[in-house]
């Protein structure tokens, strides 16, 4: 417990004062972490549509902040490059999230295109159906992407405690973000576009 507790804690500092030193990307996070909570509660109401807010609303915003607005190159507060952080990122890194997001783009046209995706499910025959369809399809690529990147980092780290470390991390990632960015609007405000991070710097 001890091993799992240490490597979260970790996690979360290594992703905060890595990824998310613009503040825009720290308000994109407050965004999608309290809709990301909405579909907490709506999965035990509507699987399709905590999915569709999971991914259109909550995992759009959280990954344009990275893609648009979080600084790359050399990162001067951590004097690291990007292509350590890169490296060493246990989750998600830039091109991995580039092949997930490839595949949560080409679902709802596989769909539309191929309604019964060869005959795995009844086809949907109208918009509604077809919406439904699409929500249970991200919803499986999500906790399959969980998984699989759990089962890597198993295999990799030869202990499946970083994979669970991990997964816990980012199902708890919501009240954690909201917790650390809801100042982050406030900041913004002021103009300040990127956090200074003093407690890194203090590091």
């Known amino acids: 417990m001890k091993n799992f507790l240490e490597l979260l804690a ?29 579909a907490y509660a709506l999965l035990f109401v509507d699987p399709a549509t905590a999915a569709l807010v999971a991914w259109g609303v909550s995992m759009t915003t959280r990954q344009a902040g990275h893609f648009f607005f979080e600084p790359r ?16 990122k246990v989750g998600y890194n830039m091109r991995r999230k580039v092949v997930l997001l490839s595949v949560w783009g080409l679902l709802p046209l596989a ?24 929500g249970m399809a991200w919803l499986s690529l999500g906790v399959t992407a969980v998984l699989l990147r759990v089962l890597q980092l198993w295999v990799k780290e030869r202990s499946l405690v970083p994979g669970i470390a991990w997964a816990t991390k ?21 103009g300040e576009l990127l956090d200074p991070m003093p407690e890194v710097r203090r590091g």
Not at 11 to 33: E, G, K, P, V
Not at 114 to 122: A, D, Q, T, V, Y
């Open 10 to 38: 970790i996690q979360r500092w290594d992703d905060h004062r890595f990824y998310h030193q613009s503040r825009i990307n720290q308000t994109l996070h407050l965004i999608s972490a309290i809709s990301f909570l909405c």
């Open 73 to 88: 190159g050399f990162d001067q507060i951590n004097q690291v490059s990007d292509e350590y952080k890169e490296e060493v």
């Open 111 to 134: 769909l539309w295109f191929f309604p019964s995706m060869g005959g795995l499910i009844e086809p949907a025959t109208d918009t509604k159906g077809w919406l439904h369809d699409v």
């Open 170 to 190: 980012i199902i708890t990632d919501p009240v954690w973000d909201i917790l650390q960015y809801y100042k982050a609007p406030f900041y913004l405000l002021k």
